[in-house]
């Protein structure tokens, strides 16, 4: 479980770091644009696919902060009438659902990157169209270690209840 826990801190880290990065650039970049049109009526050629891009980017990572924070959409309409215990049961089995949806997400992303994305296509500073589209199945990836991480952790404290039930009980 502590293994768990420290695959989490640090990959939320690592994300969190890099979504400050490419907001801070993100917005450096929007900012330099207006000023450059405004005033100089020119602009970066670049900077507009670039910022496309960064949105994606900042969107996926979001969405992964959002995920770690169980801060996701989430309907939880039945758990409101469970038990305790048969609500972490419950949450698991969700959880799994979810990772399976991102499974199938980041394949379909895996998919779209290698087959329908250019090769050549150069965005810009020498970044390929591939390389900034990777982001699609790196963030679903990403969302579905944490939501695995979440099934396990409830499915552990599933048990942890059942047991201290027993307990109780007996």
Same mark, same amino acid.
């Given at each position: 479980?502590?293994?768990?826990?420290?695959?989490?801190?640090?990959?939320?880290?690592?994300?969190?770091s890099?979504?400050?990065?490419?907001?801070?650039?993100?917005?450096?970049?929007?900012?330099?644009?207006?000023?450059?049109r #405004?005033i $100089?009526?020119?602009?970066?050629?670049?900077? #507009?696919?670039?910022?496309?891009?960064?949105?994606?980017?900042?969107? $996926?990572?979001?969405?992964?902060?959002?995920?770690?924070? #169980?801060?996701?959409?989430?309907? #939880?309409?039945?758990?409101?009438?469970?038990?305790?215990?048969?609500?972490?049961?419950?949450?698991?089995?969700?959880?799994?659902?979810?990772?399976?949806?991102?499974?199938?997400?980041?394949?379909?992303?895996?998919?779209?990157?290698?087959?329908?994305?250019?090769?050549?296509?150069i965005?810009?500073?020498?970044?390929?169209?591939?390389?900034?589209?990777?982001?699609?199945?790196?963030? $679903?990836?990403?969302?579905?270690?944490?939501?695995?991480?979440?099934?396990?952790?409830?499915?552990?404290?599933?048990?942890?209840?059942?047991?201290?039930?027993?307990?109780?009980?007996?």
């Amino acid at each position: 479980m502590n293994i768990l826990r420290l695959l989490n801190r640090v990959l939320t880290t690592i994300v969190s770091s890099f979504l400050i990065l490419s907001l801070a650039i993100m917005l450096t970049m929007a900012v330099t644009q207006v000023l450059l049109r #405004d005033i $100089f009526h020119t602009g970066i050629i670049w900077g #507009d696919i670039a910022a496309r891009y960064m949105v994606m980017w900042v969107g $996926f990572m979001g969405a992964y902060l959002a995920t770690s924070e #169980d801060r996701h959409l989430r309907i #939880d309409v039945f758990t409101r009438f469970l038990k305790p215990g048969a609500r972490l049961w419950f949450n698991a089995f969700s959880d799994l659902f979810a990772a399976v949806i991102c499974y199938f997400l980041m394949r379909a992303g895996w998919t779209f990157v290698v087959l329908g994305m250019d090769e050549k296509a150069i965005l810009f500073l020498n970044l390929s169209q591939k390389t900034a589209g990777m982001i699609v199945p790196v963030g $679903f990836a990403l969302m579905m270690i944490q939501f695995l991480i979440r099934m396990i952790e409830n499915i552990v404290k599933a048990l942890r209840h059942e047991s201290e039930t027993e307990v109780r009980a007996s």
